[in-house]
């Protein structure tokens, strides 16, 4: 089983990966983040490192993915490759951090990496408005992420539903998190978890 869980910056997909793996015993395989040696200089400087930071986790989830088919686990994940094509470069070509000649050598390497993959058993779509993510993404304190512009942010949520709604091939489980607490509120977290499961359980 390999369940993914997609929205973003500040939704709170980490903490729900985290909440997950130890109700149903699923491996968390968490996206590359602090490693990146390109993120602290792409939010300084976005026009210039963007090419390099996409592909940077490009590779770090064609990676992941392949040590995931290979593993026999149970595994959650926290975002995926598909998003990394379809919402972040997407949005940094039509914002234009990224030349056309970068965008399109980006996605032909895409392409061919896509081809080498299956989807998801299920993808977990955390929705959320921008005040949420702005007051998450202020409360954790990451320093590089505290110059995101709410542009920035509203352009990742257009295609974020873009890509759910029209893009993505797979199966998909949306989540509204406005209001909804489940790092601190048993209730709604056991409100994520029955949609979960009745998935599951239409999947047996």
Known sequence: MHVAIAGNIGCGKTTLTKLLAKHYNWTPKFETVVQNPYLEDYYHDIMRWSFNLEVFFLKERFRDMVEMSKSGENVIQDRTIYEGAYVFVANNYRMGHLSRRDFETYMDIFDLVEGQLKLPDLMIYLKADIPHLVSNIQKRGRGYEQTIQIEYLR????????????????????IDVDGLDYEHDPQALQQVIDQIDAFLAEEE
């Open 155 to 174: 352009g990742l949520n257009e295609l974020y539903e873009n890509f759910m709604n029209n893009q993505y091939k797979g199966k998909v489980v949306t």
